[in-house]
Structure formats: C-alpha cells, structure tokens
C-alpha cells in the first residue's frame, strides 16, 4: 500500500510534469505583480522629480529670507518666515499647477527657524532654515499595494547678515576770513549789551564805527559756532579706542592764504584753529590758494605713498574717505572790490582736480552773492553737498549735516 508520503510526492512530479494550464496560472499571478512594479518604476520616477522641485523650493526661501533680512526689506523674524513660505508655495507653484488643495498643504507642511547673532554693535548675521514635505499622489498601479501617496521631504539653510565695517575719513576744512566775515548776522547776541555792528553799508569806519545794542552775532562768530558743532559731531562718531579714525587740517584765506594747520590726527588741533580766527577779520577774498592746500594734502598717489595713505596705513586702516569743506561769504575779489573772473577760474580748476582724484567737496556759500553761490556750487561734489545758508541757524544746521555724510563713513554695514 502507498503511504502519504509517497502519493504526495508522485502527486507533485505529475502536476510539475503537466502542461496543460500552468500558463494561465502563473501568468495570473505574474501579471498585478508586474503591473505593481511598473507603478512603482514611475512612482519612484516621479518622487525624484518632486523632491527636486521642493529641494530648489526650500534652498530659494532661505535664501531669500535671510538676504531680506540683511538687506532691511523684512524688519522681523516672523516677516522673513511668512516670505520663505511664501517662496516655497510659490516655487511650488509651478510645478504642481492649480492644485490649490496641494499647495495648501505643501504650505501647512513648511516650516521656517530664523537665529539673529549679533555682528559687532550695528549688524547681525541671520541664519535661516527651512523645511519641507510634499505627500505626492501614487499612480493607480501603486494604489494596486494599497499605497496612495507618497511622502517628499526636503530641507535647506541659508546665512546672510551685515557685517560692521570700520572706515576713516581725512579732511581739509578751507574757510573764508575775509573783511565780510566781519558783518553781522540777523541773530542778536546780547540785547543789553553793545557792540561793533559792522555791515557792508558802515564797514569804511572801520575800526572806529560805535557801538550799538542789540549786539548782532557776526558771521565769523556764525562759522566758530558751527565748525564747533561739526567737530563735535566728528569726536562722537570716532568709536574707535584710540580715537584715530579721523584727520583733520584746516586754512582759512582772505586776498592772501593764511598760515595752515596742518592735517593731523583728532579734531584738536583743526579746532583751536578755527577758535583762534580773528573777531573782526579784514581783507579781500581768493580762495585759490587755501584750496590748493588742502588739495595737496589730501591728493592720493599711484603708488600709495602720499602722507595721507601711509598715515592710515599705520593705523591699520584699509581705506579712508577724504573730504573739503570749502566755505565762503563772498565772491572772488582778490585784493579788489570787484570779481575776479581770473581767480574764479583758477578756484574752479583746483576743485576740478580734487574731484578727479576723488576727494568729496562739501561747499558753503554763507549769506553769500550769487557769484560766490555759483563757484561753490560748481565745486560741490554733488548738488545735495553745496549748502547755502543764508542766516546763523542754517549754517549750523547745514554743517551738522555735513558731519552727518562724512561719519557715515567711519562704519559702514556691508552684506
């Protein structure tokens, strides 16, 4: 009798040996199975690509984040967020169409961390994250396994910030005290008190004419205020622990040049210079001579061996802005009454050069005639840098806003 086993085994030789239907049978089985796989093949296909699209997506924001945060155009953490999932979307956008229901999620599924470090005692540097998932629809030959999407994630981070960059700046100040410096003002000084009012009309009795009260401010005494101001401005802008950010010379100039102070570290000695200008000057008016000076001294070599370069360099400073200031209340007369059109030109030339070599003019045309207002204003290094006051507290103020443009270079943010 055959036992179990034996029947078992004789019955799988015959069904192996059979050939009628294993065909259908395993084709049966093969076919979901390969169907299954071409799904797969695609879906794999199709997830590389959408990890692609969200992989630009992120690396976009977060760099688009953290660059508006350096550059201002976002003010807060929670701004810059809302932009890097906006970016996202946005990016996204394009590759998934009108499929609002996506997008929505695509923008649920975004999320963005921002860390402001500080970089020195103005900037910060931002360092932006951001991450990603995108749950990619399979196609119906995957839904065969019972797998209706599949989850894309990608993630990126991006650094911007400002960095403090310390300048240093040299000027040359070439400032006007002629007779006219010695007018009057319209702003009183002491009501009280008497003294010399001196105008263009009684200025022949000088230095006899009586004194009257009120006491008007002259407009010497105008430019002392004001260049007090101005230095005072410059001291508070020099951060630096030895206070050698800055230069400074200065002349002043009626028909002749007077003597200079030389350019040299601080605002001191520019200062007590400009203090120690005479209460009532004299004089006519070229300004050719003083403007040659401070060019001279400001004037830049090829080789970077003028005075002013190896200055700096000694400071360890890389680079350094130069400016003129170059102040009038007059026209050119020389020694003469009239206008000099020779001694207007050769002003005109000086500032030309110094222009061309890169030296900044602030000019100030105080209470000055048109002629005067035209040489400075061709001087001028540009239309918001000639100034003309035409009483006390404008000069003050324009000469405060002259600190203002040159300290803006002492430290600079810079990307």
């Not at 086993?5 to 089985?29: C, E, H, P």
């Not at 001291?235 to 622990?241: H, V």
């Not at 020779?342 to 110094?354: E, G, H, L, M, Q």
Request: hydrophobic content about 40%.
């Amino acid at each position: 009798m055959m036992s179990t086993v034996q029947w078992l085994k004789s019955s799988l030789s015959r069904l192996r040996n059979d050939k009628y239907g294993n065909f259908g049978m395993i084709t049966a089985i093969l076919i979901p199975v390969s169907i299954g796989a071409a799904g797969v093949a695609v879906d794999l296909t199709n997830s590389a690509a959408a990890k692609h699209q969200l992989q630009q997506a992120t690396d976009s924001a977060a760099l688009a984040a953290a660059t508006a945060l350096a550059n201002g155009k976002v003010a807060t953490n929670a701004a810059a967020q809302t932009l890097a999932v906006d970016f996202v979307a946005g990016q996204m956008a394009n590759y998934l169409g009108n499929d609002a229901t996506a997008l929505t999620a695509v923008r649920n599924a975004t999320s963005v961390n921002v860390t402001a470090t500080a970089n020195g005692a103005k900037s910060n540097i931002y360092d932006v994250s951001v991450n990603s998932t995108y749950k990619m629809p399979t196609s119906a030959f995957t839904r065969i396994f019972g797998y209706t999407n599949v989850s894309v994630a990608a993630g990126s981070s991006a650094q911007n910030g400002q960095t403090d960059t310390q300048g240093a700046l040299s000027m040359y100040m070439a400032l006007d005290r002629s007779g006219s410096m010695s007018f009057i003002t319209d702003t009183i000084k002491s009501q009280t008190t008497k003294c010399q009012n001196y105008t263009s009309d009684n200025w022949k009795e000088y230095p006899d004419l009586a004194s009257t009260k009120p006491c008007y401010v002259r407009k010497i005494e105008a430019l002392q205020t004001a260049a007090t101001g101005l230095f005072a401005a410059l001291n508070a802008a020099d951060t630096s622990t030895n206070h050698d950010l800055i230069r400074m010379g200065a002349v002043s100039y009626t028909d002749v040049m007077q003597t200079a102070k030389a350019i040299n570290w601080g605002t001191t000695d520019a200062a007590n210079y400009v203090a120690a200008l005479p209460a009532l000057p004299t004089g006519g008016t070229d300004a050719s001579k003083a403007m040659q000076t401070a060019f001279d001294a400001l004037k830049a070599s090829t080789n970077g061996t003028d005075a002013e370069t190896v200055a700096h360099k000694s400071k360890n400073h890389t680079s350094f802005a130069r400016y003129i200031i170059l102040m009038t209340d007059g026209e050119m007369t020389g020694s003469s009454s009239s206008w000099s059109s020779s001694i207007d030109t050769k002003v005109r030339n000086i500032c030309t050069a110094a222009k061309a070599d890169g030296i900044q003019i602030f000019t100030v045309a105080f209470m000055a005639p048109q002629k005067g207002k035209d040489l400075l204003s061709f001087c001028a290094s540009s239309p918001s840098n000639a100034y003309q006051p035409d009483n006390m507290a404008k000069l003050v103020s324009d000469f405060g806003d002259i600190a203002a443009k040159a300290t803006s270079s002492l430290t600079r943010l810079t990307n």
